[in-house]
């Protein structure tokens, strides 16, 4: 059973500071890997998708990367900003559609 | 182009009633989805539809969770009789192929239902 860890659970950094959220996955099995981002009391927006194929993935300040002999992906944010504060959520999907969440970074960014 | 829309957006009812959300995905999609997410968790896939056939719903408590998605389009999750632990948001997501296995595929998300059982 594929299982999704997300570290820190909670993270909190001064505006203007580079960061990265991990998240790590037991079955490197995967079909690709997806970024969300869930403000409060909303849905959840793609950020990155990333085929396993493929070993990363940009958009404008975000850049995803994939290793998935480790299990494992990382979402960098360059120049974090106070509206990047949300919860990120990646999702780990199996070719036959079937998606694994992990429980959430919540990231605080102080202007 | 309109996203997935759900409604209600916030129901609270006691144990043992019933609740049913709606959920109407974003046109042409032939997957949809619905989560549960309780709390401080990720989501969890209660059912996946193609189309308006079933996909999965391995994790669906079909003793008191139902759900049907009419003519391929519209989708209904009810829950009878609801529990305490059902409190959650119920997300609903569509995406045009057959999930996230499709090369470039994406999802889409609904701002979800919050349901608070008392």
């Known amino acids: 059973k594929q299982e999704v860890t997300q570290i820190p659970a909670a993270l909190s950094v001064p505006e203007g500071e580079n960061l990265v959220l991990n998240c790590s996955f037991t079955d490197s099995a995967i079909y690709n890997l997806q970024w969300f981002r869930q403000d409060p009391g909303k849905g959840l927006t793609s950020l990155l998708l990333i085929q396993s194929s493929q070993r990363e993935q940009t958009s404008g300040r975000l850049n995803a990367s994939l290793d998935k002999s480790s299990g494992r992906s990382t979402l960098y944010i360059a120049a974090s900003q106070p509206g990047d504060s949300a919860t990120y959520l990646c999702a780990v999907n199996t070719n036959a559609g079937k998606s694994t969440f992990g429980d959430g970074t919540t990231l605080t960014v102080k202007p | 182009e309109a996203g997935v829309a759900q409604s209600p957006r916030y129901k609270i009812i006691e144990k043992r009633q019933s609740v049913a959300f709606w959920c109407n995905p974003i046109?042409?999609?032939?997957?949809l989805y619905w989560y549960q997410q309780i709390l401080g968790q990720g989501p969890k896939l209660l059912i996946q539809?193609?189309?308006?056939?079933?996909?999965?719903d391995s994790q669906l408590p079909k003793d008191r969770f139902s759900a049907e998605r009419l003519k391929g389009v519209d989708s209904t999750l009810k829950i009878q009789p609801a529990k305490l632990e059902d409190s959650a948001v119920y997300l609903c997501?569509?995406?045009?192929?057959?999930?996230?296995?499709?090369?470039?595929?994406?999802?889409?998300f609904g701002e979800g239902s919050w349901l608070t059982v008392v």
């Open positions: 539809f193609q189309n308006n056939g079933v996909v999965d």
């Open positions: 046109s042409g999609h032939a997957t």
């Open positions: 997501a569509s995406s045009p192929g057959r999930g996230q296995a499709t090369s470039g595929n994406t999802i889409y």
